[in-house]
Nanobody, 124 residues
Framework: QVQLVESGGGLVQEGGSLRLSCTVS????????MGWFRQAPGKEREFVVA????????YYQDSVKGRFTISRDNAKNTVYLQMNSLKPEDTALYYC?????????????????WGQGTQVTVSS
């Protein structure tokens, strides 16, 4: 049984920081490209960032470049998202997702497994 469990969300003031974690079980983590997506109320789920399974290349949405950093620890089956300089427009439910040997796709349709999400709320 594959499980992706996000944690680390919460309420933070504008300019603050949060670190999200996603711990994976039930699959060979090192073979999966991992992505973070987010969905704000009334909006479609959107790509935030991905880190590939082999080389660890990273791909960021333009609006988070320089503020967010993705990393992974294959020994712990965990992917992290460090979010700094948070803005109210970053408020959303954040999901992690797994794509077998993926190339860092920005499409939700490319990812086979998803977590339940963790809420991030940034107050102004």
């Amino acid at each position: 049984q594959v499980q992706l469990v996000e944690s680390g969300g919460g309420l933070v003031q504008e300019g603050g920081s949060l670190r999200l974690s996603c711990t994976v079980s039930g699959l060979t983590f090192k073979s999966y490209t991992m992505g973070w997506f987010r969905q704000a109320p009334g909006k479609e789920r959107e790509f935030v960032v991905a880190i590939t399974w082999s080389v660890g290349n990273t791909y960021y949405q333009d609006s988070v470049k320089g503020r967010f950093t993705i990393s992974r620890d294959n020994a712990k089956n965990t992917v992290y998202l460090q979010m700094n300089s948070l803005k109210p427009e970053d408020t959303a439910l954040y999901y992690c997702a797994a794509d077998l040997r993926g190339r860092g796709s920005r499409s939700v349709n490319s990812y086979e497994y998803w977590g339940q999400g963790t809420q991030v709320t940034v107050s102004s």
